[in-house]
């Protein structure tokens, strides 16, 4: 199995401030280098909006041009500033999974450290995954949606900068974390807690459960866009089972 390696206290601390250091240092630089792009930065954010947009295209809609309003002083500059930060932690969070790793393998046997490698490199996989979906898909459908949509004629959707900002990333962190299902069960399995057959049990229960919660976070009414959210889900507690069983047969 392969021996840890025994470090002493101070010696875990001064390992643990090198890498809060070096994460915190990466966030900081993305953070400044996304704040410089900001005109490519909001041409990418933006882009779902536009009436050009990819999906739109390929559906052959041509959806009416959205202008955004802003209603306060120094909104502008705090929103530049919040998806700076956004993105530079997301950029960064590839390096910080890696160096957190260093900072735990010295703890880990031989055979733990090749299943985190797998699973560090499998949960950044799935972690992009999610958030693409959400951009060229979820939320462009959402919020197309959700602009033409009214109670009332007399009521006119002006849509603000900050509504906009914080919905795409909101809805981009919630399926960047959906998507982490299977490292969340492999987890969950290598402590105990659950096991692929009561998965397999709680197939239909899964399902539904999943068709609510797509339900709640894109509410477009449709049930295209349902599927589209609830169908990768369920494939993926479907492969969690699959990881679950592996990491039962080599326990």
Request: glycine share 6%; hydrophobic share 55%; with cysteine.
């Amino acid at each position: 199995m392969g021996q840890k390696e025994e470090m002493g206290f101070w010696d875990h601390l001064e390992v643990l401030r090198g890498t809060l250091i070096r994460s915190l240092s990466a966030i900081f630089v993305l953070s400044i280098v996304a704040f410089f792009l900001k005109e490519q930065l909001f041409n990418i954010l933006f882009a779902p909006a536009r009436s050009d947009f990819i999906l739109y295209r390929i559906l052959g809609i041509e959806p009416q041009e959205v202008c955004f309003i802003n209603i306060e002083l120094a909104s502008q500059f705090m929103i530049h500033l919040e998806v700076s930060l956004v993105i530079g932690l997301v950029c960064a969070m590839p390096l910080i999974i890696v160096e957190f790793y260093r900072f735990v393998a010295p703890a880990l046997y031989d055979n733990e450290r090749r299943y985190s490698v797998g699973l560090i490199v499998g949960g950044i996989v799935l972690f992009v995954l999610g958030i693409l979906l959400n951009y060229f898909i979820i939320f462009p459908i959402t919020f197309r949606f959700l602009v033409e949509y009214q109670v009332d004629p007399m009521v006119v959707n002006q849509i603000s900068l900050g509504s906009y900002i914080s919905t795409l990333l909101l809805l981009s962190l919630i399926l960047g974390v959906l998507f982490e299902m299977p490292v969340l069960a492999w987890f969950l399995a290598m402590v105990g807690v659950i096991d692929a057959k009561m998965m397999g049990r709680f197939r239909r229960h899964a399902f539904v459960g999943l068709l609510i919660l797509s339900a709640v976070i894109t509410p477009t009414g449709d049930a295209v866009t349902l599927m589209l959210v609830t169908l990768p889900l369920y494939l993926l507690y479907e492969v969690s089972i699959v990881i679950v069983r592996r990491c039962e047969k080599r326990n």
